[in-house]
């Protein structure tokens, strides 16, 4: 998996008041009934795809 960077920035932005909210970035086709993730994740207000707006509603947005 990955090696933090996206959760690093976020956390960095989120501490300067910076990254409210949090929308990814998809293809329709993309689209998982879970996505693994470990406590350092940070979750997303939504993910926009070319044709609507999925808002996720198992990861908090903020880190425990």
């Not at 920035?9 to 470990?38: C, N, S, W, Y």
């Amino acid at each position: 998996y990955g090696k933090g960077y996206y959760d690093t920035t976020i956390r960095h932005l989120q501490t300067a008041g910076h990254a409210k909210m949090l929308i990814g970035i998809a293809h329709d086709f993309q689209e998982v009934e879970f996505i693994p993730h470990e406590r350092h994740d940070f979750g997303m207000h939504g993910i926009a795809t070319p044709t609507r707006l999925v808002q996720p509603l198992a990861l908090p947005v903020t880190q425990s």
